[in-house]
């Protein structure tokens, strides 16, 4: 007779909740994660006011109830959470759980669905990961820059081969402090296939089969600047961590960039102008030198001179042919003359 009550009161309760959700207001807050340690919180408080109406927690992947708050019927637990788990209570607003003894069992997504009236129902999902994984390398090079109110896709690549084959890839943001960060996608092998999960609104996860993978962020705001964090675990237990930095910039700084980058190719090419009018301008005249220094060094020696000049190498060798002065008195000189006969006269 009890477990026919309990069974109906689970599906009064889910009845409730979905017709709920159906004609309320659904806003979800962002992920969180915990390490897997006994006596650990798992967060779930309204930022509203008003009257609560219901508290109901989940988990992942058959999404069955596990424990169940209402303010007139009380509380209810499943039972394999029976005396582990715990309404904290703190607030009227609170819906946040403890849970006790835990194992590796209790790893995974819980889903928190708080329904408060007049507002609507409020879902916080918490991701429960194994503590204590030791961390083979920390990639910290990546740096972005995107502006405002555009689109951008990030990246996570697996660079650990040597660790084993991977199994899970998450991606996360942390907050300033980084004492804490918000989950938000899963990529993981479950049977032979890939399965992708996202939980943000303007986040889009998307996952290769060799699980490389992608984040995309619609209209970026300012407070999507900092550090995002990706974690691959492989399956023999070893994570590998990657940081991405991303910084963003508004539309004014956006368009100052551009007007210093046009400035920038401007000047170099004015430069580049310039230094090259330079390096012709002294070519020319080296060569304007080397001229004039070749035809200074022609005037200077004759008989460079001479040798462009055939005139004056036809009178250097007749020179040469002339002989001295005391040559020409001890040499004859020879002269043609004709020998002309004496005229007789003839007798009569």
């Not at 984040?215 to 970026?220: A, E, G, M, T």
């Not at 430069?271 to 080397?290: E, I, N, P, Q």
Request: proline share 3%; glycine share 8%; with cysteine.
């Amino acid at each position: 007779m009890e477990a026919v009550q309990k069974e109906y009161w689970y599906f009064l309760v889910l009845v409730i909740s979905l017709t709920f959700l159906k004609v309320s207001e659904q806003l979800r807050a962002p992920v969180s994660k915990v390490q897997l340690q006994d006596g650990m919180v798992l967060d779930c408080l309204c930022p509203w006011t008003g009257r609560l109406i219901m508290v109901s927690w989940t988990k992942q992947p058959d999404s069955k109830p596990l424990a169940i708050y209402h303010p007139d019927y009380g509380v209810n637990y499943a039972a394999a959470y029976e005396g582990r788990v715990e309404f904290s209570n703190a607030s009227p607003t609170d819906g946040s759980i403890i849970l006790t003894n835990v194992t590796e069992g209790d790893l995974g997504l819980y889903s928190c669905f708080l329904q408060m009236f007049p507002q609507g129902s409020w879902t916080k999902d918490t991701l429960v990961e194994k503590s204590g994984i030791s961390t083979v390398s920390v990639h910290s090079d990546t740096k972005l820059v995107v502006a405002e109110s555009q689109n951008l896709t990030m990246w996570c690549k697996y660079n650990g081969a040597h660790a084993g084959a991977v199994s899970e890839v998450t991606v996360e943001k942390l907050w300033s402090d980084q004492q804490g960060s918000t989950l938000l996608g899963v990529c993981k092998e479950q049977e032979g296939s890939v399965e992708v999960s996202d939980f943000e609104d303007r986040v889009r996860v998307n996952c290769s089969s060799d699980l490389e993978l992608s984040v995309q962020l619609s209209s970026v705001v300012k407070e999507d600047g900092g550090l995002y964090r990706c974690n691959f675990t492989t399956d023999t237990g070893v994570q590998t961590t990657s940081i991405i930095q991303l910084t963003t910039i508004s539309t004014q700084e956006r368009i100052g960039l551009q007007d210093v980058l046009y400035l920038y190719i401007g000047g170099g090419v004015a430069g580049a102008f310039v230094l090259m009018s330079g390096v012709f301008l002294l070519m020319w005249l080296s060569r304007r030198r080397r001229r004039r220094r070749e035809e200074y060094r022609i005037q200077l020696h004759p008989a460079k001179r001479r040798q462009n000049n055939a005139y004056d190498q036809g009178a250097v060798y007749d020179r040469m042919k002339k002989g001295t002065k005391h040559q020409s008195k001890n040499n004859p000189v020879y002269v043609n003359l004709q020998t002309v006969r004496g005229y007789k006269k003839r007798q009569r």
